[in-house]
């Protein structure tokens, strides 16, 4: 385990350019979820075993807590949201291999996701109102709101990004010194409590991304659907 | 402390990335499964539904078809008790008839037998009074059986009218006086004066016939006039039948 989870350790240079562990860790997340994704739905039925029940509650969760907080259908931002969700949560799971740091324990993927919440957020609002309807909401409800509307579309987005790093970050930093100081076997505990924390900072991130796109979306939402669910777009 | 823009980079590329992967190969078949499953479960319903109300439909026709059976069973039964009723009645009346019948026919033969018996008493009685008056008179003077029917007959046969007499005359000369003994001259006279009113050729012929008893009567084939004992017997007799039947 680094003996400081603040500094980026390099895995291997490509030229000039240097790629860090986080990353590296980052590709064998993106492998599994992709190959676990493409085998477990390669065979899908109607007729539903307990794995597609399994995979189908994850997206019916998910669309449901879109739902209930964008108030519109889900199928845009089913995407984004989940990917946030499954991406942190695995990132933060991963910390139960020995030798495995998470990369969310690490300022530079906390950012990389936090921008593009901000970017999707932007995108989501000039889509729904409008370029120029989107601006205007910034001077809402008076014009005098515009430098804290403003402010306040950096701050969220760095206080995204600081949650997220800090409690992992911060669960890494204690389960390292505990091991150095107790034992091979005392931080078992504050590993399981970390399992627990990093999955509510999943829900956490996502949840708090659907609320800015909720955010930015304003009154111009699409009802959601009561039945069928749409394909991703 | 170090922000790594290259990691950050590298992060970001590796965000895009797994949406994309992420997308392609788990919420895209995943949600479309569902919405198969869901438009099964939709075509499911919709055909449960198509069944149901054909299963409403067609137990709504048992329904008619039961009531229809129903009503036509009471039609049938209705029916079937008018008939018997008619039938029973006609039975009743036709009973009621023949047995008024065969009472009337009873109280006919009965009524006819009394009638018989009452009349061949009558008879046995007027022969008897016959066979009386027959020794009464034998016991009397001859001319008992003749004095008075003269003069009878003549009152008789001038109460009958013109064309009466005529008819009783007729052409045909079988016109003669019936006496129950032959007759005396005078009595012959008197006779011949008597019925003088229909004798327009002179004298009749005279005919004995003691079954008259007493008497003076005028026959032809046109008729008779009747003027004996023997026939007032008989007229008493059907008038006692008569006065017993009333």
Request: proline letters at 4%.
């Amino acid at each position: 385990m680094n003996a400081s989870p603040l500094l980026n350790q390099v895995a291997f240079t490509l030229g000039p350019v240097a790629v860090s562990v986080p990353v590296v860790v980052t590709w064998g997340i993106m492998a599994a979820l992709a190959v676990g994704s493409g085998v477990l739905t390669r065979a899908l039925h109607l007729r539903a075993s307990r794995a597609q029940m399994a995979l189908e509650l994850i997206v019916t969760s998910i669309d449901s807590q879109i739902e209930a907080t964008v108030q519109s259908d889900a199928a845009p931002f089913r995407v984004l949201v989940g990917t946030l969700f499954l991406f942190v949560l695995a990132a933060n799971w991963i910390a139960v291999i020995p030798g495995v740091e998470p990369p969310t324990a690490h300022l530079e993927t906390d950012a990389a996701l936090a921008a593009t919440v901000f970017v999707a957020t932007i995108g989501y609002g000039i889509r729904a109102n409008g370029l120029w309807g989107y601006l205007r909401t910034f001077a809402e409800p008076s014009w005098v709101m515009v430098p804290l509307n403003l402010v306040e579309q950096i701050t969220r987005t760095l206080s995204l990004m600081v949650r997220l790093f800090g409690n992992v970050m911060s669960g890494v930093f204690v389960v390292g010194i505990v091991l150095s100081l107790a034992g091979l076997l005392v931080p078992i505990p504050l590993m399981a409590l970390d399992l627990l924390t990093g999955a509510v900072q999943a829900y956490i991130f996502a949840i708090l991304a659907t609320v800015f796109i909720a955010a930015a979306l304003g009154e111009n939402r699409q009802k959601p659907a009561d039945t069928v669910l749409k394909g991703p777009v | 402390m170090h922000f790594d823009w290259a990691t950050f980079a590298f992060q970001l590329v590796n965000i895009l990335v797994l949406m994309w992967l992420l997308g392609r190969y788990f919420f895209r078949p995943v949600t479309k499964i569902i919405a198969e499953r869901q438009s099964e479960v939709d075509r499911l319903l919709k055909a449960a539904e198509a069944s149901q109300a054909e299963a409403e439909t067609a137990r709504g026709a048992v329904q008619a078809a039961r009531e229809a059976i129903a009503a036509e069973r009471l039609k049938v039964i209705e029916t079937a008790v008018g008939e018997a009723e008619a039938r029973r009645a006609a039975m009743l009346a036709k009973a009621a008839d023949e047995a008024a019948a065969a009472v009337a026919n009873a109280q006919q033969a009965v009524t006819e037998r009394l009638e018989g018996e009452q009349r061949e008493q009558m008879g046995r009685a007027v022969d008897l009074a016959i066979l009386i008056t027959h020794k009464l008179l034998d016991e009397l003077p001859a001319e008992a059986r003749v004095t008075g029917y003269p003069e009878r007959l003549s009152q008789v046969l001038n109460a009958l009218s013109q064309e009466r007499r005529a008819e009783l005359a007729g052409s045909d000369g079988t016109l003669r006086i019936v006496a129950p003994r032959p007759l005396t001259k005078p009595e012959t006279a008197l006779a011949m004066a008597a019925v003088g009113a229909v004798a327009q050729n002179g004298a009749l012929p005279v005919e004995v016939d003691a079954g008259l008893l007493a008497g003076l009567e005028l026959r032809s084939s046109q008729g008779v006039i009747h003027n004996s004992l023997r026939y007032d017997l008989g007229r008493i007799a059907e008038a006692l039948v008569s006065h017993e039947k009333r």
